[in-house]
């Protein structure tokens, strides 16, 4: 039972979510021979304040600066 979990920033309209998770379970499926109905993708959308690297986060680094 595979299980893929995807961190991203918040954003993506529920279409490019969805069309992300038929990409993600069909490359599992290909690539390890998994049968489709044993694959579970989880999408974690994070604030862009949530998340950081380098001590900036990626709402401070779309602004260009850090608080």
């Known amino acids: 039972?595979?299980?893929v979990q995807v961190n991203m920033r918040e954003g993506r309209t529920p279409e490019q979510i969805r069309a992300l998770i038929t990409s993600v379970t069909d490359a599992v499926v290909e690539s390890i021979g998994a049968p489709k109905e044993t694959v579970s993708v989880m999408v974690?959308?994070?604030?862009g304040t949530h998340w950081a690297a380098n001590d900036v986060t990626l709402d401070e680094k779309r602004a260009g600066q850090r608080s």
Do not use: A, Q, S, T
């Open 44 to 47: 974690n959308e994070v604030p």
């Open 1 to 3: 039972m595979p299980l």
